[in-house]
């Protein structure tokens, strides 16, 4: 079994080898890694963490930090890293 670190490895093995970004393009390798929506149900801002890992687009749910309420958290990454967040009631 070779490692990655093998210096005998050829570029055949090389090119399946884990690399960042080969596997994980976002433009200029800065992405978001944070977003502010508002709450749909209190009107609070919330700053939300965000994984740039995860995909071009995500949808999961994320309670309000200030009322408790569930709400479905919408991402959309550009080409250039950027972030567009949303928040929506969990019930529409």
Known sequence: MRSIFDESADDSDRANDFDLDRDFPLGDGTADT??????PYCGEENEVSLDPGSGDTQDYVED???CCQPWRVTVE???DGS???SAAALDE
């Open 83 to 85: 972030a567009i967040v």
């Open 64 to 66: 309000c930090q200030v």
């Open 77 to 79: 990454y550009g080409a």
């Open 34 to 39: 944070s977003g502010v929506v508002v709450c």
